[in-house]
Nanobody
């Protein structure tokens, strides 16, 4: 089992940047594929980005490609989401998620594919 704690959210103007962090407990972090999701008010939780266990493979939803970067540091049990050129439509609660994975692939899809979740961190982008 793994516990996840997100941080780094906040209020930023359009065009600005934020870096989200997700710290994981336990000594088996490197056995988990990781993902970031977001949920805007009144909307369903949606996939944003994913990274494989080693960090060698990543995947992004189209709306954030070229602006967001997912990365991980297995020595620090942490996954990151660097968000640049933020837009008001990026406003949401951002969640990190983990799935214990037997292979090196990213896990791309809906929230049901992931097993563990953090509590979320609010990102608000003003216009």
């Amino acid at each position: 089992q793994v516990q996840l704690v997100e941080s780094g959210g906040g209020l930023v103007q359009a065009g600005g940047s934020l870096r989200l962090s997700c710290a994981a407990s336990g000594r088996t972090f490197r056995s988990y594929a990781m993902g970031w999701f977001r949920q805007a008010p009144g909307k369903e939780r949606k996939f944003v980005a994913a990274i494989s266990r080693s960090g060698s493979s990543t995947y992004y939803t189209d709306s954030v490609k070229g602006r967001f970067t997912i990365s991980r540091d297995n020595a620090k049990n942490t996954v990151y989401l660097q968000m640049n050129s933020l837009k008001p439509e990026d406003t949401a609660v951002y969640y990190c998620a983990a799935k214990q994975s037997p292979d090196t692939k990213v896990v791309v899809g809906g929230p049901s594919l992931y097993d563990y979740w953090g509590q979320g961190t609010q990102v608000t982008v003003s216009s």
